[in-house]
């Protein structure tokens, strides 16, 4: 592993906050930080620049919460305030792992967390600091998937890891239908066209009009963000090339 080397250099990382509620399925699983902080600190000592976009549904869903009557632009910066609390959950597990951290909200709270300010994180990932941004874009009806692709292009990343609890994109769910079958390949269209939820639409057509990959994984594989980050051939790959690679 010594002589290997990195095929990114600078990552953007997303998690949903079902991710961090392990098998609760609600609020934050301390033994899902500590892990996901060790597989972080992981490939921060090969040099790799490390940015987060956390989700908040493990403690607040702004979408489910319209749908029963509340005001969608309310509920959602109800949702933001939640990825405001799983960050800061997962910066004091980075840094008891050792890993410098820095988190960014796009709502101002500052006892919490500075102000999202591009160029400052640009220069937090150069001193190898891990940035977490929290608080969506800032606005309502913009999901988190959306902030990170919008993230991920002002950091100059390389390549988006979306953390799932599964092996990557099928064709049907997986856990619905057992014969359903793991793309290695997608393209943006066919993701659009298939309505496969790999990210919502918005955030994929950034992604698309930017040349941004996308890497969909089991976030529960062991050294799974190394794997990743190594270049072995782990989950789907959202790109503009190939459509519709099946594994066998």
Same mark, same amino acid.
């Given at each position: #592993?010594?002589s290997?080397?990195p095929?990114?250099?600078r990552?953007?990382?997303?998690? $949903?906050?079902e991710?961090?509620a392990g098998?609760?399925?609600?609020g934050?699983?301390?033994?899902?930080?500590?892990?996901?902080?060790?597989? =972080?600190k992981e &490939?921060r000592?090969l040099g790799?620049?490390v940015?987060i976009? *956390?989700?908040?549904g /493990? &403690?607040?869903?702004?979408?489910? !919460?319209a749908?029963?009557? @509340?005001?969608?632009?309310?509920a959602d910066? @109800?949702g933001m *305030?939640?990825?405001?609390? /799983?960050?800061?959950a997962?910066?004091?597990?980075?840094?008891?792992?050792?890993?410098?951290?820095?988190?960014? $909200?796009?709502?101002?709270?500052?006892?919490l967390?500075e102000?999202y300010?591009r160029?400052?994180?640009?220069?937090?990932?150069e001193?190898?600091r891990v =940035?977490?941004? !929290?608080?969506?874009?800032?606005?309502?009806?913009?999901?988190?998937? +959306? !902030?990170?692709? *919008?993230?991920? @292009?002002? #950091?100059?990343?390389?390549?988006i890891?979306?953390? +799932?609890k599964v092996d990557?994109v099928y064709d049907a769910?997986? =856990?619905?239908h057992?014969?359903?079958?793991?793309f290695?390949?997608?393209s943006?269209i066919?993701?659009l066209q298939?309505?496969?939820?790999? @990210?919502?639409?918005?955030a994929i057509? *950034?992604c698309?009009?930017n040349?941004l990959p &996308?890497?969909?994984? /089991?976030? /529960?594989?062991?050294?799974?963000?190394?794997?990743?980050?190594m270049?072995?051939?782990?989950?789907?790959?959202?790109?503009?090339g190939?459509?519709g690679?099946?594994?066998?």
């Amino acid at each position: #592993m010594a002589s290997e080397k990195p095929k990114y250099k600078r990552i953007l990382l997303k998690l $949903s906050g079902e991710a961090l509620a392990g098998k609760a399925g609600y609020g934050i699983d301390t033994d899902i930080l500590a892990e996901i902080s060790r597989d =972080v600190k992981e &490939i921060r000592e090969l040099g790799v620049e490390v940015c987060i976009v *956390l989700g908040g549904g /493990n &403690i607040f869903r702004g979408l489910a !919460a319209a749908a029963h009557g @509340m005001d969608r632009s309310q509920a959602d910066y @109800m949702g933001m *305030l939640a990825t405001v609390m /799983n960050s800061l959950a997962l910066q004091d597990a980075l840094e008891r792992a050792g890993v410098f951290t820095r988190v960014q $909200s796009a709502i101002e709270i500052q006892e919490l967390a500075e102000p999202y300010i591009r160029r400052r994180a640009v220069r937090h990932l150069e001193k190898k600091r891990v =940035v977490i941004f !929290a608080g969506g874009t800032g606005n309502p009806y913009f999901s988190t998937d +959306t !902030a990170a692709s *919008l993230r991920a @292009m002002e #950091m100059d990343a390389e390549v988006i890891l979306k953390a +799932t609890k599964v092996d990557g994109v099928y064709d049907a769910d997986p =856990v619905k239908h057992k014969d359903a079958k793991l793309f290695t390949q997608l393209s943006y269209i066919e993701v659009l066209q298939k309505n496969l939820k790999v @990210m919502d639409s918005t955030a994929i057509s *950034l992604c698309m009009d930017n040349e941004l990959p &996308i890497i969909v994984f /089991n976030l /529960n594989r062991p050294h799974g963000i190394l794997d990743v980050v190594m270049g072995k051939p782990v989950g789907t790959l959202v790109t503009t090339g190939q459509k519709g690679a099946r594994s066998e």
